[in-house]
């Protein structure tokens, strides 16, 4: 007698992760509506309007985002949306150092802003010089405003040796030459007799102090006065605030205008 066997073959099914979609997350205007762009109805509107892209792609109404992945631009401007993002303006005092930790123990402005979220400067500003300081945890923002790239600019007021001639005024303007190189030009006005106005977007180590000296009109003080469109003439030494929205933004837009005009000429 002959037998049939049967030969049961088990097939093994793997469930590969899928990836997020647009159909999860959480809607665009929503999303833009918390960072401050505008209402619920204003971000829809913009939406509708064809001015918000999603990485890289307009985006239309109904898209779902993930805040912590996507790249989201308003009218080509990048727009931070990750949650948790903090950003602080200090008016650092002098004989405080710009970093998060110093080994000398000297005071940090990493220690005059509170201690959680954990954020880091923007930029240095060396430990004789005053002024404006951003610090935040959001590294895409802190790329774009200290590269030269993208051109945001810093404005100091210098306090200097001597009153600086007109020859020496126009060589800071046109660019001067230092050990790491020839400067970009840069905006500079008389405010005092040895008292100087000098906006650069380059962001050397120590650069103004480094122009002053090269011009034979060394720094006796100096006070960062501007970072982008952001000032404040009320905030104390050693004090800090949170950015306002419009600051935000201010500085978003002010990071990405070389981009857009590049864009522009492209055209």
Known sequence: MTGTATVMVATVTTTVP????EHQGVRLQKVLARVGIGSRRVSEELIDAGRV?????????????????????VDGVPVSVRPGLVYY??????????????????????????????VYPVGRLDVDSEGLLLLTNDGDLTFRLTHPRFGVEKEYLAVVDGAPRPAAIRALREGVELDDGMTAPAKVAIVAADTLRIVVHEGRNRQVRRMCQAVGHPVRRLVRTRIGPVRDQRLAPGEWRPLTVDELRGLEKASAARDLATARRRR
């Open 53 to 73: 892209s999603v990485n890289g792609e307009i985006a239309v109404l109904g898209r779902r985002v993930d805040a912590d992945q996507d790249r989201i631009e």
């Open 89 to 118: 303006l200090l008016n650092k005092p002098t004989g405080v150092v710009s970093t998060a930790a110093d080994p000398e123990g000297r005071p940090t402005v990493v220690g005059l802003v509170p201690e959680e979220p954990r």
């Open 18 to 21: 899928e990836r997020p979609t």
